[in-house]
């Protein structure tokens, strides 16, 4: 809830700015440019501190519209789960969880500028729409439990809800960083966004700005993220992306 009244706050900050900015932007030189690139760090309601990361390459069409190709690779959640601290350590670890969903989305879509900025001052502000294939790595977690309640012996394991050694007191934390990868598991879907990017960038050559909007991303299959919770095909989220790039 808190995030979405952030999205939505940011969104409403931008189309003012936006307010203040088009008249002395359509009466300058129109700074003109065919391509860019842009890479940003991504925020969304279905992943943590940092949802992962965008990769974009635009090239104009026409003189309001750009060809878009993207990629996003994101961690996603399920809503259910919650870090908690292991008595015996203090390391923090998702109880319940029995795997991560990394989907690498592939997106092809258009851009629409609304509103052109001034080779120095003002916003651009795009329409953007893109849909494309996704590619889901369902990897297992792995926790750190005890062995026979011991406090100097423990195994590394995939969480299994089935298991009574994997109870909430045994477990110790969460595995290494990367572990199991090897055993991952595939699975395919569709996503598709619609979004509003605000470029707020000075340098001609550069791109600065943020993007906020709405995502869908359905697979074939369910993905089973937490084995006792609620688990899902589809995950609707809303997001904000900080981005960076070039033009040309």
Request: proline residues 4%; hydrophobic residues 40%.
């Amino acid at each position: 809830m808190k995030s979405k009244k952030a999205l939505h706050f940011l969104m409403v900050c931008g189309c003012l700015l936006a307010a203040l900015t088009p008249c002395s932007a359509q009466t300058q030189d129109v700074y003109e440019y065919n391509s860019e690139f842009t890479w940003g760090i991504n925020k969304n309601s279905a992943g943590g501190l940092i949802g992962g990361f965008t990769f974009k390459k635009a090239r104009k069409r026409k003189d309001n519209i750009l060809e878009t190709f993207g990629l996003e690779i994101m961690n996603v959640k399920n809503p259910q789960e919650a870090r908690h601290s292991s008595g015996y350590t203090g390391n923090y670890f998702i109880f319940g969880k029995s795997n991560y969903l990394y989907s690498f989305r592939f997106q092809y879509g258009r851009d629409f500028i609304l509103f052109t900025k001034a080779p120095q001052q003002g916003v651009e502000i795009k329409a953007v729409m893109a849909a494309g294939p996704s590619i889901g790595v369902i990897a297992p977690y792995y926790i750190e439990r005890t062995v026979d309640n011991s406090f100097f012996t423990s195994v590394h394991e995939q969480y299994d809800p089935t298991n009574p050694n994997h109870a909430f007191n045994n477990i110790l934390g969460t595995g290494n960083l990367f572990e199991g990868l090897g055993e991952s598991s595939l699975t395919v879907g569709l996503n598709v966004k619609a979004a509003l990017n605000f470029e707020l960038g000075y340098l001609k050559s550069q791109v600065t700005g943020f993007e906020v909007g709405f995502l869908l991303d359905s697979y074939i299959n369910e993905v089973t993220l937490v084995p006792t919770g609620k688990n899902k095909a589809v995950f609707p989220t809303v997001f904000f992306t900080l981005f960076y790039g070039n033009r040309k």
